[in-house]
């Protein structure tokens, strides 16, 4: 195994460690108020964060 | 890893998230593997456009990004007046924009990638943008930490052109402001170069594709920034070494919630996970090769992978989130972005030479 190869292994298998984690540890998922597949049209306003955003 | 395996994972992760968070969510990843798949497939680099128009005079990056630029704005400025849900990528002029723009452009010169190509690079394997990658999550955390005090040095609201001159009139200046852009340009490379690459154009009209779709069903533009920076503020909370209730930035209501929600309701992290997975199945067939690198040389592309993401957080945004983004969607914040950015990215391309990348 190269030394990219091995880099690989440690980048994936801590990233799915941290999402892993991260789902684990978060407050549960609401599935009843899912958000409707395509926001356009939808009547609900997007409310998730951005890189513009300053507040 | 073969294609087959990857796509059966892709496809596995995909139901999870039907399954567990949300259908939009679920193809919103979708959307962002092809969003990775391009990136990598076209070698669609904003960071080489420009270091090619400067060092060669070669315009093909540049036209691309141009024509991408465009096309995304065909679609967003009308749906923008069409649809109330959906929104613009406004950030506000300010000293934190000029002086994150300018120093983002620097650094991406010398960490090989901006925002969208750091991610399609670490998932391609690139070794040093894998080990960029949570150090621009660390920068832009902390450059959102900083945010209001780098915004009370001076701001205004911000400028949409779509509020000010109605759709067409927002349509109409932003592509006479892209032509000026590709006259300043011709300017520069002179006559008889050839402005249009096969993979340029391919890949530009794939990327507006995808942003756009990435508009309609998110109900706002693609974003890369924000989700690295949440993701390293939530391992700060964990740590017990943040306290988001202290800080303007996450004391806000909309960023306090998303701090107790998974990262995979938020439309950024999971675009950004899908342009790492859609990258590596690229990878998969056409493995990438890239020079060693000496110590120094992992140092300086760390500590610039780092400061890049803290720029990017005082720019508001990356060459996605405030370049693409910002001007596909008429925010005067993309325009004042680019000159900042490209003047820096002027210093960086020297810094890089320097030390020999």
Not at chain 1, 26 to 44: M, T
Not at chain 2, 141 to 168: E, I, K, M, R
Request: net charge positive; hydrophobic share 55%.
């Amino acid at each position: 195994m190269s030394q990219t190869h091995k880099l690989q292994a440690v980048f994936w298998l801590s990233l799915s460690a941290f999402l892993a984690w991260d789902f684990l540890a978060s407050e549960p998922v609401d599935l009843r108020n899912e958000p409707p597949l395509i926001a356009a049209g939808s009547g609900q306003a997007s409310s998730g964060g951005h890189c513009s955003i300053s507040k | 890893m073969k294609r087959l395996p990857l796509a059966a994972l892709l496809a596995a992760f995909f139901v999870f998230l039907v399954l567990s968070v949300s259908i939009r969510q679920a193809v919103l990843m979708l959307i962002g593997v092809g969003m990775g798949a391009a990136l990598a497939a076209a070698r669609f680099g904003f960071t080489t456009g420009w270091r090619q128009l400067i060092e060669q005079r070669n315009p093909q990056g540049v036209a691309g990004q141009v024509l991408l630029l465009a096309l995304a704005s065909l679609a967003a400025l009308p749906l923008l007046g069409q649809f109330s849900e959906l929104h613009a990528a406004l950030g506000p002029p300010s000293v934190s924009l000029l002086v994150g723009a300018f120093v983002f452009g620097l650094t991406m010169q010398i960490a090989d990638g901006c925002g969208s190509g750091s991610l399609y690079k670490a998932g391609l394997g690139v070794p040093l943008n894998m080990g960029i990658l949570p150090l621009f999550a660390l920068g832009s955390f902390l450059g959102s930490v900083h945010l209001d005090s780098w915004l009370s040095l001076g701001q205004t609201a911000p400028v949409s052109f779509s509020a000010v001159y109605g759709t067409g009139g927002a349509l109409a200046l932003t592509l006479a402001l892209l032509a000026a852009v590709l006259v300043a340009v011709r300017l520069w490379v002179g006559a008889g170069q050839s402005w249009f690459d096969k993979r340029w154009v391919w890949g530009a009209v794939a990327l507006a594709v995808l942003a756009t779709l990435n508009l309609l069903l998110a109900g706002q533009p693609w974003g890369v920034v924000y989700g690295f920076g949440l993701w390293a503020a939530k391992i700060s909370v964990a740590l017990g070494a943040f306290e988001p209730a202290t800080n303007a930035f996450w004391d806000q209501a909309g960023n306090a919630q998303r701090l107790t929600q998974t990262v995979f309701k938020d439309v950024t992290t999971i675009t950004n996970i899908g342009i790492l997975g859609g990258a590596l199945w690229v990878s998969a067939k056409s493995p990438t090769g890239s020079k060693p690198l000496t110590t120094q040389q992992w140092v300086i592309g760390l500590v610039a992978g780092f400061v890049m993401g803290y720029s990017s957080r005082l720019a508001f945004g990356c060459n996605i989130g405030a370049m693409l983004s910002g001007i596909s969607t008429g925010s005067l914040h993309g325009w004042l972005w680019v000159p900042l950015a490209f003047a820096g990215t002027l210093i960086g391309v020297r810094v890089r030479r320097y030390y020999q990348f």
